[in-house]
């Protein structure tokens, strides 16, 4: 199976190895910004391209799932406890090259 990124929005994919199956699925970035991400297995893709819609995945042979959406109480119920430990996202700001009263 292999998963593409067109954007890196703020991805939740949980495929673990030892699991039956795995779902992938598609959150926005803190901004909004929702990306894409192509998901293949068994020569057959599915494409998730709206936030909050996720694949499921049962193994390398068998094609992956059609998109469905999911409501965020599921993913909270399901991923809550992986989303709450993911840091902060990077701040940054333009220092003010002037000074107070206006003088540079």
């Not at 949980?14 to 779902?23: D, V």
């Amino acid at each position: 199976m292999t998963i593409r990124s067109a954007a890196f929005p703020l991805l939740l994919l949980l495929l673990a190895a030892c699991a039956p199956r795995g779902e992938v699925v598609l959150l926005p970035d803190p901004d909004g910004h929702v990306g894409t991400v192509e998901v293949t297995s068994a020569g057959a893709t599915s494409l998730l391209t709206e936030a909050r819609t996720m694949v499921a995945v049962k193994d390398e042979r068998t094609p992956p799932a059609a998109p469905v959406p999911i409501s965020e109480a599921d993913i909270r119920a399901t991923w809550g406890t992986a989303l709450d430990a993911m840091p902060e996202q990077p701040r940054s700001f333009t220092p003010s090259t002037s000074r107070p009263g206006g003088r540079t």
